[in-house]
């Protein structure tokens, strides 16, 4: 049997009838559809949603990249068990999600883009923001995404909906293959009627099973970790995604093995536990990277090994390292030449520790692992309770989020100076409680990311930690959060420029060129070679960020101090829409380095004795660089 509807009826039901279910727990999988209409979609997919709008409810963004961080921010805090549909128009509606869909490949999550295209008849053709290719009519501005989607098609009948659709879910559903799945759907197309199949439109279940690992390779495992004198735990996403936090605290109780942790694999072993060593690599802890120069076997649960994580391959330093690695993609189990338990991590995780029952590690390696831990809480204390002055540090203003967001607030962050001092600092009390988006690292994804993941938990408190940078480039979601009530707490954390960026800079001899906002006599301000402020006064720039913020709708509280700041933290708890609390740091009072080198090349030749100094440091760390060629 089948029904006579529009492909983009028929899409718009086949969403809302997908259905996910792990360890038994069934619920729908799609929560709604985000978008914005042009003439590409407005009278295709956009009639369809009216028409269905209780079966999928539709909600108006204001920037087609900021729509897919919501959606991607949503599915990262439903653990990939929940996802948004994103449309638009063609051309730029459609291309300004490709940033989008990067941030959701590179991070793993599952967001479902639906590109409108040009006519498939090309009856019209050039229609208005068509690209035209003289040599390839195949060609459209959405192939752009086939690089930064995990699935693409270019719908281009009626009927090639249903196979594509199924592949689609199959991609988005599947924890190794899942990200951007992009269904590009010309115009013409979304609004012509075939016959679709009653059982394409019915209830479909998804299920994820938790996959074992090989008994062999298990059983390898197991003797490597024995044989090991100095075992870790480096906690990836995967950790958190598979939810295998307990069975993290399980594995490390009983065998005595301390943990650290990646940027999205940080809470999965609370803060306060006695082994938890909290982050490392180029942002990592004094404890975790201690404990990482030493391990002779590492064991990666979960984690992409980013150069982050690995402090560009210079963290792991006992020349007989090896690593074992537990990954759902065997892609990720196969780096730094490990031994690959390609597996779901919590199935992995609960398989190991049965395999070592019996086993505990050495108690000099444990009881170095618990004095570290204790050490570095001791370091944290110290940074966020600094009482800067005349502005306070960004680590104070950490300090006091940290202490709203209570048991389970969720801090929301991307890029700037920023996540790298969370990772150090934040003391994580759930798994959920973290989450920065350190996968692209994209300036901009604060503040929509930080309303998906409301959407995924109203219940939370959710604190979006956002620098002014990253404010200026993306800040118009902010109109979408108030229309739709979507109470987030953001933090705007002012330092007039890029300080991350301006602090590297200095750090490879040029001085913070091209960081700071504002000019001097048509020039670029500098930094004194100290490090500790501009070479040259210059006025600030006539901008005020909180103004802004109060101009797109939002409520904004105004702070200048630590105190007012936990005060507007407190006023802004449980307020219906979007709360803005402006405070300004001191761009110089930054948290060091912990041993955490990143792998940023300088130029081999230069006039500047800075420059060449700088050279001669980055040769020096490199020589630490290893390979990881080392079998298991
Ligand atoms: C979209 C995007 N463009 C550029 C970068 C490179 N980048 C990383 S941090 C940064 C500056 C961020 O400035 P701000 O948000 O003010 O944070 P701060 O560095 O001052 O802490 C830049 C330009 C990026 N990560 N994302
Ligand atoms: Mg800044």
Known sequence: MSVRLTVGQALVRFLAAQEVERDGDRHRFFAGCFGIFGHGNVAGLGQALQQHEELLPYHQARNEQAMVHVAAGYARQRNRLGAFACTTSIGPGATNMVTGAALATINRLPVLLLPSDTFASRRPHPVLQQLEVPHDATVSVNDCFRPVSRYFDRIERPEQLVPSALEAMRVLTDPAETGAVTLALPEDLQTEAFEAPDSFLEPRLWTIWRQPPAPEALARAAELVRAARRPLIVAGGGVIYSEAAGAVRELVEATGIPVCETQAGRGSLPSDHRLSLGAVGATGTAAANRLAREADLVIGVGTRWSDFTTASKSAFQDPDVRFVNLNVASFDAAKHSGLALTCDARAGLEALREALAGHRVEEG?????????????????RLVGAGHEPLPSQAEVIGAVNDAAGADGVVVCAAGSMPGDLHKLWRARDPKSYHVEYGYSCMGYEIPGGMGVKLAAPEREVFVMIGDGSYL????????????????????????????????????????????????????????????????????????????????????????????????????????????????????????????????????????????????????????????????
């Open 365 to 381: 390696w444990e009881e170095l692992a618990a004095r570290e831990a204790s050490a570095w809480a001791d370091e944290v204390a």
């Open 473 to 632: 480039m993306l800040p118009g979601e902010l109109t979408t959060a108030v229309a739709e009530e979507i109470g987030i707490v953001v933090v705007l954390v002012d330092n007039h420029g890029y300080s991350s960026i301006g602090a590297l800079s200095r750090s490879l001899g040029s001085a913070g060129f091209g960081t700071h906002y504002r000019r001097q006599d048509g020039t670029q301000l500098l930094d004194r070679p100290d490090g500790q402020g501009p070479a040259t006064d210059a006025p600030p720039l006539p901008v005020d960020l909180a103004a802004n913020a109060e101009s797109l709708g939002a409520r904004v509280l105004r702070t200048r101090t630590i105190e007012e700041l936990r005060g507007a933290l407190e006023q802004a708890r449980g307020e219906r829409g979007p709360v803005v609390v402006h405070i300004e740091v001191d761009r110089y009072a930054g948290v060091p380095s912990y041993d955490g080198w990143w792998d940023v090349p300088v130029a081999e030749v230069s006039e500047d004795a800075a420059v060449r100094s700088a050279r001669e440091e980055y040769e020096e760390a490199r020589a630490g660089q290893r390979r990881y060629l080392e079998r298991p």
